[in-house]
Structure formats: C-alpha cells, structure tokens
C-alpha cells in the first residue's frame, strides 16, 4: 500500500540549512534560517529561562500529564501577555500547543470545524507554512496583496482593495507584528481601516502572534491584537513563545479563542480541549512550565523583559547599520526601507538569480524570494553582506 504514496516536494529552507551545513567555506553567512542569533551565531539560552529551568529541577516531583490544555498557569499567562485587559477573562478560551506551528494547525482544523466553508485568507507573500497547513487541513486558500518589493513598504490599496473581497465566514489570517517574511508592518491607523472593512464583509479573523517583544516592545507589538480583540466578538490567536523566551525546542505555543460570552466561551473551550485530544492528547509541558515560571516570578519575569529588549534593540540596530551600508554601497537609497522594518525578517527585493549569486560567489545564503534573518548578522557581516548585494545587483 505505501507505494500509493507520492514524493512530498523539500521544505526549500530546510534544504537551504543542508546546503549551508556542507558549504566549506569558513566565512559563509546563514541569512536563512529563521531563528535568533546573537552576534557569536549562537542561539542562547536565555537566563531567566535557565534559571526557571533550574527552580523546576529541583521543585518537580512528578512527570505525570498536566491538563488535556496544559498547564492552566500557563494558558492565564499567556493570555495576559498577549491581550492585557483588553477583554472580559470569561470569554477567553485556550489551549496549550506544540509551537506557533501546533497553535496554527488547531486553529485552521477549529476553523473547518465552525465554518467548513470558508475560504481562509492569507497575505501574499506570507509565511509558507501557513498555506500549507490551510491546504492540508483542506479548506481553500485566497491571498491579498500585501507588500510592494520595488518600495519595500506594505501595499495598502492593494490589501484595502483584496480585504474587501472577503466573503462573509471567511477566515482571514492577520501577521500581529514583525510581518513574516517582509518585516514591513501597518500602522495603527491602518489596522483600524482593516478592521473596518473586515467588520463591514462579517470575516472572521485569526491572527499569527509569532514575533511579540521582537519588533517595538512586547505591548506595543500586542496592540494590534488587543484592538481587533475588542472590535470583534469572535477570534482566535495562534501565539509562539519560541522567539522571545528563545525556547524553540522546547515547542511552547498557546492558542486562544475569544467568544462572543462566557457561554460560547465555555463550549468553545471543550472544542478546544478535544482537538488536543484528538491531535497529540496532552500537550508538552517542559517548555510551557519554564515560560510559566517566568512570568509567575516577579525577578525572573524582569530579568527576562530585560534580556529581550537588549534583544530587540540589537537588531533595530543591525537594521540600522544595514540600512546605512546598502546606501553606501549602493549610493542609492533603494534599501533604506530595511531599518523602519521590524522584526527578524525583511525581503530585500532582489531576484533568484541574485540570490544565487550571493550563495554561490559570496557564500551568503537566504531564501530565494530574497527574506533575510537580520538577527544572522553582526556589526562585522553586515558590511560584507552590503558590498556583496551591491555587486550582485550592478
């Protein structure tokens, strides 16, 4: 019977990893992969998350399941974090997932579930595993334009003018902050003129939270979120807490659903709770409880927004740099868009067949629409990576 099966096509980043690994060279440079580095190329351990790690150590008496959601402590946490006070506790509903990824496949298999109909919406470009997933799952895929490669900003007629073909019960699919894979971002006003239309066509919205802390602050880069929580009666928030507790092992995500009352909220709930039963059963727990320990501990919970900001700030920082040398290199202003970006990503606009340039002569390796990982660089790689884009593109 396995012969039915067909070749799945490479994960094209996956593979740019491999390629990376066997490149000989010794002064190559990882612009692909899609995790945080810190200038020495590592990505650390983060100390709050150490010393969290070692207060269950010697606290844990039991390895026993935890809830079919997770760890209840976990799931009110992350809900603070993520929506403050800007909805009612008793309409919140949420489940502790394996990652970002886990929270987004439950909510698209929750979505199927309420709307076996809708048309999920994505932004074009996007994440790649986002329509994989969509289309996995087997609801169809619509995307609105969003970014415009030659400016480097967001398209916003373009995402107005796609959003408004939104039928109602369709399900579109909101970047919260640090857009991946552009790393340009709207505006609050923006947001609020996207609400109004998405209001205005009855869609219902999901928002991808993958990046809070890594772009203006961890409120300011939840704000979008907490005002579409409190435009809509209904939505569901798929949050990772790999980026900015630097857990990515560990696979510690949550999604959340708000409901119109605290009755809906109770039923969606045990939908919730089913879906992880019928997924994975119980949730891990090992990276939830360090993230739990966190945020429970005042001292480690301030050690921690203290480490992120120097995070945060470092590449605000690299983007400036990298800004300033393009110009330079350049003697253009064409690139001047990477340092008002936000986040770890930003499409530089150039063609595949410079990319490959860039790998095969400079050694420089990034994905073939051109996003780079600006948390790849250092104050020393940035001019290089500036002088070889300048070459490529002459």
């Given at each position: 019977m396995l012969e039915a099966l067909k070749a799945q096509p490479q994960d094209k980043i996956l593979q740019l990893i491999q390629m990376f690994k066997d490149d000989p060279r010794t002064d190559k440079i990882d612009l692909g992969v899609g995790v945080y580095k810190d200038a020495t190329g590592l990505t650390p351990v983060m100390r709050a998350i150490k010393a969290a790690e070692k207060k269950i150590w010697e606290t844990q008496d039991t390895k026993t399941y935890t809830a079919l959601t997770g760890e209840p402590g976990y799931?009110?946490?992350?809900?603070?974090?993520?929506?403050?006070?800007?909805?009612?506790?008793?309409?919140?509903?949420?489940?502790?997932?394996?990652?970002?990824?886990?929270?987004?496949?439950?909510?698209?298999?929750?979505?199927?579930?309420?709307?076996?109909?809708?048309?999920?919406?994505?932004?074009?470009?996007?994440?790649?595993?986002?329509?994989?997933?969509?289309?996995?799952?087997?609801?169809?895929?619509?995307?609105?334009?969003?970014?415009?490669?030659?400016?480097?900003?967001?398209?916003?007629?373009?995402?107005?003018?796609?959003?408004?073909?939104?039928?109602?019960?369709?399900?579109?699919?909101?970047?919260?902050?640090?857009?991946?894979?552009?790393?340009?971002?709207?505006?609050?006003?923006?947001?609020?003129?996207?609400?109004?239309?998405?209001?205005?066509?009855?869609?219902?919205?999901?928002?991808?939270?993958?990046?809070?802390?890594?772009?203006?602050?961890?409120?300011?880069?939840?704000?979008?979120?907490?005002?579409?929580?409190?435009?809509?009666?209904?939505?569901?928030?798929?949050?990772?807490?790999?980026?900015?507790?630097?857990?990515?092992?560990?696979?510690?995500?949550?999604?959340?659903?708000?409901?119109?009352?605290?009755?809906?909220?109770?039923?969606?709930?045990?939908?919730?709770?089913?879906?992880?039963?019928?997924?994975?059963?119980?949730?891990?727990?090992?990276?939830?409880?360090?993230?739990?320990?966190?945020?429970?501990d005042p001292a480690l919970e301030a050690d921690w927004k203290e480490e992120l900001e120097v995070t945060r700030s470092g590449m605000l920082g690299l983007r400036a740099q990298l800004a300033e040398e393009l110009r330079r290199a350049t003697n253009t202003d064409r690139f001047d868009f990477v340092a008002r970006h936000r986040g770890m990503f930003s499409l530089l606009g150039l063609t595949e067949a410079q990319v490959m340039r860039l790998r095969e002569e400079f050694g420089i390796y990034m994905v073939s629409d051109s996003r780079i990982n600006i948390a790849g660089l250092n104050a020393a790689t940035v001019p290089v990576l500036a002088r070889a884009v300048a070459e490529v593109i002459r």
């Open positions: 799931n009110m946490a992350m809900r603070k974090l993520i929506l403050g006070d800007a909805v009612a506790a008793d309409r919140l509903s949420s489940i502790a997932t394996p990652g970002g990824t886990g929270a987004v496949r439950l909510g698209v298999d929750l979505a199927k579930m309420f709307n076996p109909g809708a048309t999920v919406w994505v932004s074009r470009p996007t994440w790649g595993n986002h329509i994989s997933i969509i289309k996995f799952v087997g609801l169809p895929v619509a995307e609105y334009r969003y970014f415009n490669a030659e400016s480097g900003e967001v398209d916003f007629a373009a995402v107005k003018a796609d959003l408004g073909q939104v039928k109602p019960g369709d399900v579109v699919l909101l970047h919260g902050c640090c857009h991946n894979p552009t790393g340009a971002n709207l505006t609050l006003d923006q947001w609020q003129e996207v609400i109004a239309i998405l209001k205005d066509r009855q869609a219902f919205p999901m928002v991808d939270l993958a990046y809070q802390g890594f772009g203006d602050g961890l409120d300011q880069d939840a704000a979008p979120t907490r005002m579409i929580a409190q435009a809509f009666p209904e939505l569901l928030i798929a949050a990772s807490c790999s980026k900015n507790f630097g857990v990515y092992r560990d696979r510690a995500g949550v999604l959340v659903a708000v409901s119109a009352d605290a009755a809906q909220a109770e039923i969606t709930q045990g939908n919730l709770s089913f879906l992880n039963r019928q997924t994975y059963s119980f949730p891990p727990d090992h990276g939830i409880r360090a993230v739990m320990t966190v945020l429970d």
